[in-house]
């Protein structure tokens, strides 16, 4: 009967157990499907929306290769899945403005720099990513007289959903194009990124538009990300920690450059030199009249440099380091200074040569087990001193378990640990590093 067309969606599901992934979408957006939908079609639509992110961003480069575009690109994907499933349950096409993370993705593009075509193909991808596996659902949870009703019951509404957030999201792109080619924040960044590209610049024209002196002074850079996009005046938030961090490291002028909503750029210039490494005292315990850092953000520093080359050079460092924070969950601290992974940085920017270097110089040591994981480390405490003793008792085992770990080291390598030690040693940092990166 027509009147229980859509029924299926209710059914659908996922675990939701520990490990699950977190909604992107706001608490109000999650709670207003699962009334219709239940709590279990939302999971199974945070997941969904997950992976065709994922295919989306591997045809589209310009959501890979602008940082942070895929954040924003999974967000406007959940929140589309979450509409399509709410129009195929209740029969008639929900008003994707329901889903407002949508057009606030189309927005955030808009200050990425991720053009309107680019858009409207990831959606075009994404619907029909999540078709497929809605039609492939609808073989095992419905009945196979009832199939072929239903495929053409949920087409025919993701169709009709799809078109009005289409115009919808080119709406809301070219309303904030046309207010962001108007402020001043526009002109800020094309200048600012007109000094990193190192075009010709007038720099006493640059101190004016930009308040911020750029010759004849020391420049810390940052990047700034919350850990969660979805919080409210996350914006707010970034720019508050960027303003206490530079202030608590002694900087005098500061320069911020939002990246979407989600990430932000900042800069603090000095007269003399910082602190190498400085870490700042908004970090520790304040003192009086120091603001320690908001919940939930994290930052990237760059090594601080002078003059306009420093500005820029500081600048790659913390981009740079906010590369290697996003690959590697393993560094999970608030503020991850450049020095502190630059070697990380520096031999992980191929990462399919990183595959092949660890290939041939770990062979089956390179393996994710927990046992093989043990060799690698022990083999890494060894090499440190040469010394089968000190091995053991830096790892707390008898010298006989050591001497094994070492001669099993040797046949899952497929040769001596005394060959290529250099990069022997360099490939178990890596292999530790990027199995630490994988997804459980």
């Not at 530079?246 to 800069?267: D, F, I, K, S």
């Not at 500081?314 to 924070?325: K, L, P, Q, W």
């Not at 992974?341 to 041939?360: H, I, P, Q, W």
């Not at 006989?400 to 099993?408: I, S």
Request: hydrophobic share 45%.
């Amino acid at each position: 009967m027509s009147d229980t067309h859509g029924a299926w969606v209710v059914r659908l599901d996922t675990d939701g157990g520990p490990g699950a992934l977190e909604p992107t979408c706001s608490a109000a957006t999650v709670q207003e499907f699962e009334l219709p939908l239940g709590a279990g079609a939302v999971r199974w639509a945070v997941r969904s929306a997950a992976a065709i992110t994922e295919t989306v961003a591997a045809l589209l480069p310009s959501f890979s290769d602008v940082p942070g575009a895929r954040t924003t690109l999974r967000m406007g994907v959940e929140g589309g899945v979450l509409g399509i499933l709410a129009s195929i349950q209740g029969s008639t096409p929900v008003d994707p403005k329901r889903t407002p993370e949508a057009e606030q993705s189309a927005r955030d593009f808009v200050h990425r720099g991720i053009p309107l075509v680019d858009v409207w193909s990831g959606v075009r991808y994404a619907h029909r990513e999540l078709l497929g596996l809605l039609i492939e659902l609808v073989t095992t949870l419905v009945p196979a007289d009832r199939a072929a009703a239903e495929i053409a019951h949920a087409t025919r509404l993701s169709f009709e959903f799809v078109d009005s957030l289409v115009r919808d999201l080119g709406a809301a792109y070219s309303s904030e194009t046309e207010r962001w080619h108007a402020t001043a924040a526009a002109v800020r960044e094309e200048l600012v990124r007109a000094v990193l590209d190192e075009a010709p610049v007038d720099l006493n024209a640059a101190v004016t538009t930009l308040r911020y002196r750029l010759a004849n002074r020391y420049h810390l850079a940052l990047v700034l990300w919350p850990e969660d996009v979805s919080t409210d005046r996350v914006a707010t938030y970034l720019q508050d920690a960027a303003v206490g961090y530079l202030a608590a490291a002694g900087a005098q002028e500061t320069l911020l450059v939002p990246q979407g909503r989600a990430r932000l750029w900042a800069w603090g210039n000095r007269p003399t030199p910082f602190e190498p490494e400085a870490e700042p005292r908004a970090r520790r315990s304040p003192e009086p009249g120091r603001r320690a850092l908001p919940e939930g953000v994290r930052i990237s520093v760059g090594t601080p440099e002078r003059d306009v080359a420093g500005f820029r050079h500081g600048h790659a460092d913390a981009v740079e380091a906010y590369r290697v924070a996003q690959a590697f969950r393993h560094l999970d601290a608030a503020v991850v200074h450049f020095a502190a992974v630059e070697l990380l940085a520096l031999v992980t920017e191929d990462a399919a040569r990183v595959s092949r270097f660890l290939a041939r110089e770990l062979g089956g040591l390179a393996a994710g087990d927990p046992a093989t994981r043990d060799l690698r480390r022990t083999v890494r405490v060894y090499l440190d001193s040469h010394s089968a003793q000190t091995a053991a008792g830096r790892l707390f085992v008898a010298r006989n378990t050591v001497n094994y770990r070492l001669r099993r080291a040797e046949q899952l390598r497929g040769r001596p640990l005394t060959e290529r030690q250099l990069e022997l040693g360099v490939a178990l940092m890596l292999a530790e590093a990027t199995q630490q990166a994988r997804p459980s």
